[in-house]
């Protein structure tokens, strides 16, 4: 379970990231500015609706899961990328230009050893 400290902590660097101001901020969800620097100290408690509104600005989603799942949720992004399927790599060459990944960045592809004539 996250602590009043450990949710300040993720909304402040959350709204370092969107490079919004503390004012814009507050005005954005519809609170105080004083509110949101005691939600940002960790030290005070606030309403689930004020921590919605802010979430909700930040580009974030508030999500309740049962405490067996919270680890696997937590490790999710160090799991690193989803495994890709033989499916899904040939769609994405389907519809990638030669010449390009499919993140659409130029790569250099040698062009194969040319085969020596049978005589």
């Known amino acids: ?6 949710i300040a902590t993720l909304l402040r660097a959350a709204a370092q990231r969107n490079g919004i101001t503390q004012a814009r901020l507050a005005d954005a969800a519809g609170i105080s500015r004083r509110t949101l620097t005691h939600v940002f100290s960790g030290e005070e408690d606030f309403r689930i609706s004020t921590l919605m509104a802010l979430a909700d600005r930040l580009g974030l989603e508030l999500l309740l899961v049962p ?8 490790a999710g992004e160090a799991l690193g990328p989803p495994v890709r399927s033989v499916v899904t790599e040939a769609l994405e060459a389907l519809h990638t230009p030669p010449g390009t ?5 130029t790569t ?12």
């Open 1 to 6: 379970m996250l602590t009043l400290s450990d």
């Open 67 to 74: 405490k067996g799942a919270a680890p696997a949720m937590a």
């Open 101 to 105: 990944d499919p993140d659409g960045l």
């Open 108 to 119: 250099s592809r040698a062009e194969p050893p040319a085969r020596k004539a049978r005589r």
